[in-house]
Protein backbone atom coordinates (compact mmCIF):
# COMPACT_ATOMS: atom_id res chain seq x y z
CA UNK A 1 0.00 0.00 0.00
CA UNK A 2 0.78 3.65 -0.40
CA UNK A 3 1.76 5.93 1.84
CA UNK A 4 -0.18 5.70 5.46
CA UNK A 5 -0.34 9.06 7.74
CA UNK A 6 -1.94 10.61 10.08
CA UNK A 7 -2.51 14.73 9.92
CA UNK A 8 -2.95 15.88 13.53
CA UNK A 9 -5.06 19.61 12.81
CA UNK A 10 -6.02 19.64 16.57
CA UNK A 11 -4.97 17.78 19.49
CA UNK A 12 -6.44 19.95 22.57
CA UNK A 13 -8.39 18.21 25.14
CA UNK A 14 -11.43 20.53 25.01
CA UNK A 15 -10.89 23.11 27.58
CA UNK A 16 -9.32 26.55 25.94
CA UNK A 17 -6.59 26.82 25.94
CA UNK A 18 -3.84 28.93 23.46
CA UNK A 19 -1.01 26.17 22.88
CA UNK A 20 -3.20 23.53 20.98
CA UNK A 21 -6.20 23.55 18.45
CA UNK A 22 -9.03 21.18 19.01
CA UNK A 23 -9.91 17.43 17.82
CA UNK A 24 -9.13 16.94 14.29
CA UNK A 25 -7.49 14.24 12.45
CA UNK A 26 -6.95 13.38 8.71
CA UNK A 27 -6.19 9.57 7.86
CA UNK A 28 -5.00 9.08 4.67
CA UNK A 29 -4.01 5.96 3.90
CA UNK A 30 -2.83 5.66 -0.43
CA UNK A 31 -5.69 7.47 -2.04
CA UNK A 32 -8.24 7.75 0.48
CA UNK A 33 -8.43 10.01 3.10
CA UNK A 34 -11.08 10.50 6.41
CA UNK A 35 -11.59 13.35 8.65
CA UNK A 36 -12.39 12.49 12.03
CA UNK A 37 -13.54 15.58 13.97
CA UNK A 38 -14.06 18.60 12.95
CA UNK A 39 -12.46 21.10 16.28
CA UNK A 40 -11.89 24.66 15.41
CA UNK A 41 -9.90 26.36 14.04
CA UNK A 42 -10.09 23.44 11.25
CA UNK A 43 -10.86 25.83 7.74
CA UNK A 44 -7.69 27.48 8.64
CA UNK A 45 -5.35 24.89 9.18
CA UNK A 46 -6.65 22.70 6.50
CA UNK A 47 -6.03 25.64 3.98
CA UNK A 48 -2.43 26.61 5.57
CA UNK A 49 -2.02 22.31 4.65
CA UNK A 50 -2.03 23.37 0.86
CA UNK A 51 -4.39 20.18 0.74
CA UNK A 52 -6.98 20.31 -2.18
CA UNK A 53 -10.47 21.01 -0.81
CA UNK A 54 -11.43 17.74 -2.54
CA UNK A 55 -9.07 15.83 -0.80
CA UNK A 56 -11.27 14.58 1.76
CA UNK A 57 -13.75 11.51 0.99
CA UNK A 58 -15.58 11.20 4.13
CA UNK A 59 -15.70 13.09 6.84
CA UNK A 60 -16.61 11.22 10.66
CA UNK A 61 -17.49 13.03 13.99
CA UNK A 62 -17.14 11.16 16.64
CA UNK A 63 -19.62 13.15 19.12
CA UNK A 64 -21.39 16.43 19.52
CA UNK A 65 -19.08 18.17 21.69
CA UNK A 66 -18.25 21.42 20.11
CA UNK A 67 -14.35 20.65 20.46
CA UNK A 68 -15.35 17.94 18.12
CA UNK A 69 -17.34 19.69 15.18
CA UNK A 70 -17.51 23.19 16.48
CA UNK A 71 -15.23 24.05 13.31
CA UNK A 72 -17.64 21.88 10.87
CA UNK A 73 -19.16 24.74 9.59
CA UNK A 74 -16.40 27.24 8.35
CA UNK A 75 -14.81 23.93 6.93
CA UNK A 76 -18.11 23.94 4.52
CA UNK A 77 -18.31 27.28 3.78
CA UNK A 78 -14.76 26.63 2.89
CA UNK A 79 -15.44 23.76 0.94
CA UNK A 80 -18.30 25.78 -0.85
CA UNK A 81 -15.96 28.88 -1.13
CA UNK A 82 -13.60 26.72 -2.70
CA UNK A 83 -15.54 25.12 -5.03
CA UNK A 84 -15.11 21.65 -3.57
CA UNK A 85 -16.55 18.96 -6.37
CA UNK A 86 -16.00 15.45 -5.30
CA UNK A 87 -19.18 13.85 -3.30
CA UNK A 88 -19.20 14.26 0.56
CA UNK A 89 -20.50 11.98 3.35
CA UNK A 90 -20.41 13.24 6.68
CA UNK A 91 -21.16 10.46 8.94
CA UNK A 92 -22.44 11.00 12.69
CA UNK A 93 -24.44 10.56 15.74
CA UNK A 94 -27.52 10.69 14.51
CA UNK A 95 -29.05 13.47 16.90
CA UNK A 96 -26.95 15.75 15.12
CA UNK A 97 -28.05 15.26 11.26
CA UNK A 98 -30.64 17.75 11.20
CA UNK A 99 -29.65 20.16 13.76
CA UNK A 100 -26.86 20.44 11.67
CA UNK A 101 -28.51 20.59 8.17
CA UNK A 102 -30.79 23.45 9.74
CA UNK A 103 -27.60 25.52 10.66
CA UNK A 104 -25.89 24.74 7.51
CA UNK A 105 -29.18 26.82 5.99
CA UNK A 106 -29.34 29.28 8.17
CA UNK A 107 -25.74 29.93 7.83
CA UNK A 108 -26.45 30.18 3.90
CA UNK A 109 -24.53 27.08 2.92
CA UNK A 110 -27.70 25.81 0.49
CA UNK A 111 -27.18 22.42 -1.19
CA UNK A 112 -27.62 24.45 -4.21
CA UNK A 113 -24.73 26.85 -3.99
CA UNK A 114 -22.35 23.80 -3.64
CA UNK A 115 -20.47 22.12 -6.43
CA UNK A 116 -20.92 18.65 -5.02
CA UNK A 117 -23.22 16.16 -3.66
CA UNK A 118 -23.40 16.14 0.07
CA UNK A 119 -25.06 13.45 2.38
CA UNK A 120 -25.15 12.90 5.76
CA UNK A 121 -25.76 9.44 7.94
CA UNK A 122 -26.26 8.07 11.01
CA UNK A 123 -23.56 6.14 12.62
CA UNK A 124 -24.00 3.40 13.61
CA UNK A 125 -22.66 0.28 16.22
CA UNK A 126 -19.97 -2.31 14.32
CA UNK A 127 -21.96 -1.35 11.24
CA UNK A 128 -18.74 -1.22 9.10
CA UNK A 129 -18.41 1.77 6.11
CA UNK A 130 -16.17 1.46 3.00
CA UNK A 131 -14.62 4.78 1.84
CA UNK A 132 -12.30 3.98 -1.21
CA UNK A 133 -10.38 1.02 0.01
CA UNK A 134 -10.91 1.80 3.67
CA UNK A 135 -12.87 0.27 5.84
CA UNK A 136 -14.30 2.25 8.99
CA UNK A 137 -16.55 0.58 11.93
CA UNK A 138 -17.65 2.57 14.63
CA UNK A 139 -17.90 1.12 18.33
CA UNK A 140 -19.56 3.13 21.61
CA UNK A 141 -17.65 4.86 24.25
CA UNK A 142 -19.24 5.71 27.52
CA UNK A 143 -17.60 9.32 27.21
CA UNK A 144 -21.11 10.84 27.43
CA UNK A 145 -22.61 8.48 30.20
CA UNK A 146 -21.85 10.77 32.89
CA UNK A 147 -24.59 13.73 31.25
CA UNK A 148 -26.91 10.88 29.43
CA UNK A 149 -28.05 9.77 33.56
CA UNK A 150 -27.81 13.37 34.72
CA UNK A 151 -29.90 15.07 31.50
CA UNK A 152 -31.77 12.49 29.95
CA UNK A 153 -34.55 13.03 31.30
CA UNK A 154 -34.97 16.63 30.55
CA UNK A 155 -32.82 16.70 27.50
CA UNK A 156 -33.88 13.20 25.36
CA UNK A 157 -30.87 12.79 23.59
CA UNK A 158 -28.84 9.82 22.69
CA UNK A 159 -25.72 10.92 23.97
CA UNK A 160 -23.95 8.67 21.61
CA UNK A 161 -20.16 8.77 21.33
CA UNK A 162 -17.73 6.61 19.03
CA UNK A 163 -14.36 5.07 18.31
CA UNK A 164 -13.16 4.16 15.11
CA UNK A 165 -11.42 1.25 13.43
CA UNK A 166 -9.22 1.73 10.38
CA UNK A 167 -8.61 -0.88 8.29
CA UNK A 168 -7.06 -0.70 4.98
CA UNK A 169 -4.77 -3.54 3.59
CA UNK A 170 -3.45 -5.09 6.40
CA UNK A 171 -3.12 -1.74 8.52
CA UNK A 172 -5.46 -1.82 11.41
CA UNK A 173 -5.64 1.85 13.17
CA UNK A 174 -7.78 2.09 16.13
CA UNK A 175 -8.72 5.94 17.34
CA UNK A 176 -10.46 6.31 20.54
CA UNK A 177 -11.75 9.88 19.98
CA UNK A 178 -13.38 10.73 23.46
CA UNK A 179 -14.00 7.55 25.83
CA UNK A 180 -15.27 7.48 29.87
CA UNK A 181 -12.69 4.33 30.45
CA UNK A 182 -10.10 2.40 29.78
CA UNK A 183 -12.39 -0.44 28.73
CA UNK A 184 -13.73 1.30 25.86
CA UNK A 185 -10.71 0.42 24.08
CA UNK A 186 -11.37 -3.82 24.03
CA UNK A 187 -13.09 -3.57 20.84
CA UNK A 188 -10.28 -1.48 19.27
CA UNK A 189 -7.86 -4.21 20.62
CA UNK A 190 -9.14 -7.62 19.46
CA UNK A 191 -6.84 -7.89 16.91
CA UNK A 192 -3.13 -6.53 17.19
CA UNK A 193 -3.12 -2.74 15.50
CA UNK A 194 -0.27 -1.03 13.78
CA UNK A 195 -1.38 1.91 15.65
CA UNK A 196 -3.84 3.46 18.73
CA UNK A 197 -4.19 7.02 18.17
CA UNK A 198 -5.70 7.66 22.07
CA UNK A 199 -6.97 10.48 24.50
CA UNK A 200 -5.03 10.53 27.54
CA UNK A 201 -8.37 13.07 29.88
CA UNK A 202 -10.84 12.06 30.76
CA UNK A 203 -9.45 8.73 33.28
CA UNK A 204 -6.36 8.51 35.62
CA UNK A 205 -3.76 7.78 33.21
CA UNK A 206 -2.44 5.18 35.43
CA UNK A 207 -5.53 3.49 34.58
CA UNK A 208 -4.87 3.42 31.03
CA UNK A 209 -1.44 2.71 30.89
CA UNK A 210 -2.37 -0.59 32.75
CA UNK A 211 -5.02 -1.47 30.23
CA UNK A 212 -3.07 -1.33 27.51
CA UNK A 213 0.43 -2.77 28.87
CA UNK A 214 1.16 -5.84 27.07
CA UNK A 215 -1.15 -5.46 24.29
CA UNK A 216 -0.24 -6.22 20.55
CA UNK A 217 0.30 -2.76 19.41
CA UNK A 218 3.15 -1.84 17.33
CA UNK A 219 2.94 2.24 18.33
CA UNK A 220 0.66 4.81 20.09
CA UNK A 221 -0.10 8.19 19.21
CA UNK A 222 -1.44 9.85 22.24
CA UNK A 223 -3.60 13.13 21.37
CA UNK A 224 -6.10 14.86 23.57
CA UNK A 225 -4.08 15.05 26.71
CA UNK A 226 -5.56 16.52 29.64
CA UNK A 227 -4.52 20.09 30.64
CA UNK A 228 -2.31 18.91 33.75
CA UNK A 229 -0.44 16.14 32.30
CA UNK A 230 0.50 18.63 29.27
CA UNK A 231 1.75 21.00 31.40
CA UNK A 232 4.02 18.97 33.34
CA UNK A 233 5.41 16.93 29.61
CA UNK A 234 8.34 15.39 31.02
CA UNK A 235 6.64 13.86 34.25
CA UNK A 236 4.20 12.33 31.42
CA UNK A 237 6.54 11.05 29.51
CA UNK A 238 7.88 9.33 32.13
CA UNK A 239 5.34 7.57 33.52
CA UNK A 240 4.64 6.76 29.64
CA UNK A 241 7.92 4.72 29.46
CA UNK A 242 8.07 3.08 32.61
CA UNK A 243 4.66 1.38 32.27
CA UNK A 244 4.90 0.96 28.71
CA UNK A 245 8.61 0.01 28.02
CA UNK A 246 7.73 -2.03 24.97
CA UNK A 247 5.61 -0.07 22.92
CA UNK A 248 6.75 3.09 21.23
CA UNK A 249 4.80 6.18 22.04
CA UNK A 250 4.38 9.71 20.87
CA UNK A 251 2.82 12.60 22.17
CA UNK A 252 0.98 14.50 18.98
CA UNK A 253 1.27 18.19 18.56
CA UNK A 254 -0.87 20.76 16.18
CA UNK A 255 -0.28 20.63 12.32
CA UNK A 256 2.11 17.49 12.63
CA UNK A 257 2.40 14.48 10.18
CA UNK A 258 3.07 11.44 11.52
CA UNK A 259 3.80 7.77 9.44
CA UNK A 260 2.50 4.44 10.25
Not at 12 to 39: K, M, N, Q
Not at 130 to 140: A, L, M, N, Q, W
Not at 178 to 200: A, N, S, T
Amino acid sequence: MAECSIRCFGVGDGWPCADRHHSSFLYRFGETSVLIDCGEPISSSYKASGLSYDAIDQILLSHLHSDHVGGFFMLMQGFWLEARTKPLTVSLPKDGIKPIQRLLELSTVFPELLDFKLKFEALKVARVMEVGEVKITPFPTTHLEQLRHAFQKRYPHRFEAFSFLLEAGKKRVAHSADIGKPEDLEPLLKKPLDLLVCELAHFQVEDLLAYLAGRPIKQILFMHVGRAQWANMPKTKRLVAKLLPDIPCTFAGDNEVYRF
